[in-house]
């Protein structure tokens, strides 16, 4: 898996999903950069729920991410990835980008 490359974005060298060198056995090659963020809105918290929050579920949330180590804590947050890609692949990740015709929704089996 690739995460945030620098170089290796400039000049790869194989596909990150089927493994084909890519620019030697394909004319073109893609770059597939995905971000996935914490959105939090804010302007739907209203004081109100701030109070309803009670001591107890803000240390529960403390805890939690006490047990976090730092990287899984900025991951939770912010995590950007970078794949290069064969123009095969391209297709197949356009069609299905989050997997769900091959491996079903999230939860079921
Ligand atoms: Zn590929």
Do not use: W
Request: glycine share 6%.
């Amino acid at each position: 898996m690739a995460d945030e490359r620098g170089s290796d974005e400039l000049f790869p060298t194989v596909c990150d999903m089927c493994g084909k060198a890519l620019l030697l056995d394909e004319n073109v090659r893609y770059i597939l950069r995905a971000e996935v963020f914490a959105a939090y809105d804010v302007l739907e918290l209203t004081r109100e729920d701030l109070e309803k929050a009670t001591r107890r579920e803000i240390e529960e949330l403390i805890d939690r991410m006490g047990d976090m180590d730092e990287q899984e804590l900025a991951d939770s947050v912010y995590k950007k990835f970078v794949f290069n890609l064969c123009p095969r692949c391209q297709r197949r990740y356009i069609e299905d980008p989050l997997g769900v015709k091959r491996h079903g929704k999230a939860g079921e089996d």
